[in-house]
């Protein structure tokens, strides 16, 4: 097996850490901050009880409080963060709680331009549902995005429309696809969210998602184990029957990731493998004990231990 992949190093995927570096010659860091969106389906325009397993407090730093403006919760999060990385880090700010491009077009400017001007800042994440980005929106942030680094970070989390209706997502994987491709079209980089062990899929149905995944023009994928959080509809429905749901163990999430990756584009660069938030936001606690960087140590050790890579398959 060659150890000098298509990424330019022998890392068995394609992280996309390396890939920000080779770029733009520096790490990078996102600075989350609080807008104070809601969503489609929250406000009635679409639904009310939202996605069925969101907890967005469960993954909000403790510094993204939306009574603060842009500016300052970045300035508060630079700080929060400051013993994490160096001085020279490429700081992006990241739009993350709830739907980000989900509001008047003037506002959203406003919002995305004082990041922008903020001391520090080269570049934005916005982090949005696939039905809640209109044209003239995509044309602000095409603009945007020939002077700064941007990024849309969609909430993809299933191929599957009888999935994505069973987790009230109030969306079609017909309308991901659809503006995956314009955001691709404008030359705006695209990230995608995945959520493994979701109710009712298989790991056939994973496994082909991965060949799905690999046809659209995505740049960026994360990939999520499905978290029970408290206080969700997800949490209800698993009291009622808990038959319907997988709660991957250690060995057996890092089993079907390797096989996902196998079958992945090498070409897409992946940010994330696994999701980490505070154990007192779970209600099914399979890896409380474990941090994610063990996790993410034992994923490469297996993969070269099985002398695989992502693509091996593609």
């Not at 890392?11 to 920000?20: G, I, K, L, V, W």
């Not at 941007?150 to 997502?169: A, H, K, M, Q």
Request: proline content about 4%; aromatic content about 12%; overall charge negative.
């Amino acid at each position: 097996m060659s150890t000098d992949y298509i990424w330019g190093n022998s890392h068995p995927y394609n992280a996309y850490s390396d890939y920000f570096k080779k770029k733009y010659g520096q790490g990078y860091r996102k600075i989350a901050v609080n807008a104070g969106f809601t969503c489609p389906n929250r406000d009635g325009s679409i639904g009310t009880e939202g996605c069925s397993y969101c907890n967005n407090k469960a993954f909000s730093p403790s510094y993204c409080d939306s009574e603060s403006s842009i500016s300052e919760q970045i300035v508060s999060g630079m700080a929060f963060n400051r013993h994490k990385f160096k001085n020279d880090t490429f700081n992006i700010a990241y739009f993350q709680s709830y739907t980000n491009t989900y509001g008047n077009l003037d506002k959203l400017i406003q919002l995305y331009s004082e990041a922008i001007a903020t001391p520090g800042i080269s570049g934005i994440s916005v982090s949005t549902r696939p039905d809640c980005i209109s044209d003239e929106l995509i044309d602000f942030l095409t603009n945007l995005a020939h002077e700064k680094y941007v990024c849309v970070e969609l909430g993809i989390e299933s191929c599957f429309d009888e999935t994505l209706e069973r987790i009230n997502r109030g969306h079609t994987f017909a309308q991901t696809v659809d503006i995956v491709e314009k955001l691709s079209d404008k030359g705006i980089v695209v990230c995608g969210h995945i959520i493994f062990g979701l109710p009712n899929e298989t790991s056939d149905m994973l496994m082909l998602e991965a060949r799905v995944l690999s046809n659209m023009p995505i740049d960026i994928l994360k990939i999520h184990q499905l978290q029970l959080f408290k206080n969700t509809t997800l949490e209800e429905q698993y009291l009622r029957n808990p038959q319907y749901f997988k709660f991957f163990s250690l060995d057996e999430y890092i089993e079907i990731l390797i096989a996902f990756l196998e079958k992945l584009s090498p070409n897409i660069s992946i940010e994330r493998l696994i999701s980490e938030v505070p154990a007192k936001y779970l209600v099914v606690k399979p890896w409380e004990n474990t941090p994610s960087e063990i996790v993410l140590n034992q994923i490469v050790e297996c993969m070269r231990a099985k002398n695989t890579f992502q693509g091996r398959l593609f």
